[in-house]
């Protein structure tokens, strides 16, 4: 028997933690879902100093991830089997032979095993949290009870596709202001690795009095030559730095707050995020999931701590007697139209039906924000490139100017 730490959420959705012993990492998941409890992380304690297992790490390492196109697929796919009456069993057995993706199909092949043994879906689908997220955890753990998990299956589908729509929109509205930034990074190194050098050797061949530009201009070129790998290692310890600061904890509540003020693409990760929000807390509140346990799950699920803190902090006043409408006043998250809604759905009892209205106009707002973020970027690269050129001009060329009239004039 070994001994194992674990962390996980317990059935309320609360953080939990402790260690146990058992035979393998396996065997303790299977412990904790026996409790109630979604285990998250699983590590073994080395207490006697025993060998690393490379082996097993560079297999966890080299691990194909599974695409979101494979967990629409297999979404989409159950739905359908389950919703023509196929037995959950058959349906699981079919997709894992039909399944082109090697690690998907072990996925399935293991929950279909443990499905076999007499646990639940929802407990097998937690076994494996790099695939199934904890709101696809929650919601099929809510289709087993209310019986309507072919429903759930579909709406999950249309979630993740929503979800995967918007990253493959912001990917293709930053791709060509990436390509310009690093042209203009590498035009700046290029010149003052090699261009730069050469003109200051025919600047000291002349023994003349040099412009200030010019001189700054030479002195980090200088520096720049003497001094790169040190800015090579630098930069790379400051970017590793700046990761594990803002994996979690306060460092990363920090970056969160940080990211939704950035121009342009501040107020477009601020309007995905309060759409995922509204459309998650949608799809929770018609599966029949109770309003706290809803916000709590979606907490966990937006991809930024600070919405999600005043997420928390929502749920907490709904707990302590508020309405929905108070607390997302008072969390300062929202827009008067969508408090306008809330306020519409909170009254009519139809707050899941105006939440996903809410989800769709995010939803637009985000797509549109997205077709002209390239042209809003576009006026700063073009100001950038034009101080770029400006301060070559004076620091380089003009200075080659007047030595020219200079040489004339002797």
């Not at 979404?75 to 032979?97: C, F, K």
């Not at 929503?162 to 042209?183: G, H, N, S, W």
């Not at 940080?258 to 342009?264: A, D, H």
């Amino acid at each position: 028997m070994s001994r194992f730490e674990y962390t996980g959420r317990s059935a309320g959705g609360e953080a939990v933690s402790g260690s146990l012993e058992a035979a393998s990492a396996a065997a303790a998941a299977d412990t904790l879902l026996s409790r109630g409890v979604t285990p998250l992380n699983v590590a073994a304690v080395d207490t006697e100093g025993a060998a690393f297992d490379v082996e097993a790490w560079l297999k966890e390492f080299f691990k194909e991830k599974v695409p979101d196109t494979e967990l629409m697929l297999f979404s989409r796919q159950l739905h359908t089997l389950l919703r023509a009456g196929v037995p959950i069993m058959r349906a699981l057995l079919g997709l894992q032979e039909s399944c082109q993706h090697k690690t998907m199909m072990e996925v399935i092949r293991d929950v279909r095993e443990r499905l076999e043994q007499g646990r639940d879906l929802s407990a097998c689908l937690a076994r494996h949290p790099k695939v199934f997220y904890h709101l696809y955890v929650s919601m099929v753990r809510v289709g087993e009870t209310t019986g309507r998990l072919d429903e759930i299956f579909l709406r999950l589908y249309h979630h993740i596709e929503f979800e995967k729509m918007i990253r493959e929109q912001v990917k293709a509205a930053l791709r060509y202001p990436t390509m310009v930034v690093f042209a203009m990074a590498g035009a700046i190194l290029a010149i003052n690795l090699f261009v730069i050098p050469a003109f200051s050797g025919v600047y000291a061949s002349f023994n003349a009095e040099l412009p200030l530009m010019t001189r700054i201009l030479v002195a980090f070129s200088n520096f720049m030559v003497a001094w790169w790998h040190a800015m090579v290692g630098g930069g790379f310890l400051a970017w590793m730095g700046f990761k594990r600061y803002t994996k979690d904890g306060p460092g990363r509540l920090a970056w969160d707050r940080i990211k939704l003020k950035i121009p342009i693409i501040g107020k477009v990760i601020h309007k995905a995020t309060l759409s995922r929000f509204a459309r998650s807390f949608a799809l929770g509140l018609t599966s029949g999931v109770p309003i706290t346990q809803a916000m709590k799950m979606v907490a966990q699920t937006v991809d930024n701590d600070y919405i999600a803190s005043r997420i928390e902090q929502m749920r907490e006043g709904v707990e302590r007697g508020d309405t929905v409408l108070r607390t997302a006043i008072a969390s300062g998250v929202f827009t008067p139209v969508v408090l306008q809604m809330i306020a519409v759905g909170e009254e009519s009892g139809a707050l899941d039906e105006l939440l996903g209205e809410i989800a769709e106009l995010y939803g637009r707002e985000v797509e549109y924000e997205i077709k002209t973020l390239a042209s809003q970027i576009e006026p700063i690269l073009v100001g950038g490139m034009a101080v770029l050129v400006l301060i070559l001009a004076m620091g380089i060329f003009l200075p080659i100017w007047d030595l020219g009239k200079t040489v004339m004039q002797h």
